[in-house]
T-cell receptor, first 116, second 111 residues
Framework: AQKVTQAQTEISVVEKEDVTLDCVYE???????LFWYKQPPSGELVFLIR??????QNEISGRYSWNFQKSTSSFNFTITASQVVDSAVYFC?????????????FGAGTILRVKS | DAGVTQSPTHLIKTRGQQVTLRCSPK?????VSWYQQALGQGPQFIFQ???????QRGNFPDRFSGHQFPNYSSELNVNALLLGDSALYLC??????????FGHGTRLTVV
């Protein structure tokens, strides 16, 4: 069975600090996808990134970066120079590679509070 | 270009009643999935529709059913509502197995 663990329930930082959100996953599949979503108070899940299990290259997008390590089954997310607008709940998710669409298995989420 | 739209935004129902939630996918998307998110938890997969058929299903009872229409829009029906069905119901759309985009959700409260 697939499982995603986000051990950090809540993180508080001061603006401009860097913050890393941890994600550890379990799967028996050799091919899978990993995702990060952001959920602001409005409730909508905002897609941030999808990573294929074959691609272990780290990725950077502006202030966001992701570190994928298959050896430790981790897919961590770092926000550099955090801003108040980054305050939200962040979810890591995992899915098999399916023909029709991704069936996402989510972690419990990490609440990020960025204070000014 | 409209994203994923869901209606209604909020809903209050009584135990035992039935409810129908609606979802219109993002333009160009043909696959719709539904998720239930209880307060303080991550979303849980309910089921997924493609070409008007249920393709995958999560661990939810038969009280949860759905439908997809020829225009790709979808409905989620829940019968015999329980207090535990109170949650945010999220619809996600994608084009086959590309990344999923989510709507704002429907907040269902069962009293």
């Amino acid at each position: 069975a697939q499982k995603v663990t986000q051990a950090q329930t809540e993180i508080s930082v001061v603006e401009k600090e860097d913050v890393t959100l941890d994600c550890v996953y379990e799967t028996r599949d050799t091919t899978y996808y990993l995702f990060w979503y952001k959920q602001p108070p409005s409730g909508e899940l905002v897609f941030l990134i999808r990573r294929n299990s074959f691609d272990e290259q780290n990725e950077i997008s502006g202030r966001y970066s992701w570190n994928f390590q298959k050896s430790t089954s981790s897919f961590n997310f770092t926000i550099t120079a955090s801003q108040v607008v980054d305050s939200a709940v962040y979810f890591c998710a995992l899915s098999e590679v399916e023909e029709y669409g991704n069936k996402l298995v989510f972690g419990a989420g990490t609440i990020l509070r960025v204070k000014s | 270009d409209a994203g994923v739209t869901q209606s209604p935004t909020h809903l209050i129902k009584t135990r035992g009643q039935q409810v129908t939630l609606r979802c219109s996918p993002k333009s160009g998307h043909d696959t719709v999935s539904w998720y239930q998110q209880a307060l303080g938890q991550g979303p849980q997969f309910i089921f997924q529709y493609y070409e008007e058929e249920e393709r995958q299903r999560g661990n939810f009872p038969d009280r949860f059913s759905g439908h997809q229409f020829p225009n790709y829009s979808s409905e989620l029906n829940v019968n015999a509502l329980l207090l535990g069905d109170s949650a945010l119901y999220l619809c996600a759309s994608s084009r086959r197995s590309t990344e999923a985009f989510f709507g704002h959700g429907t907040r269902l409260t069962v009293v």
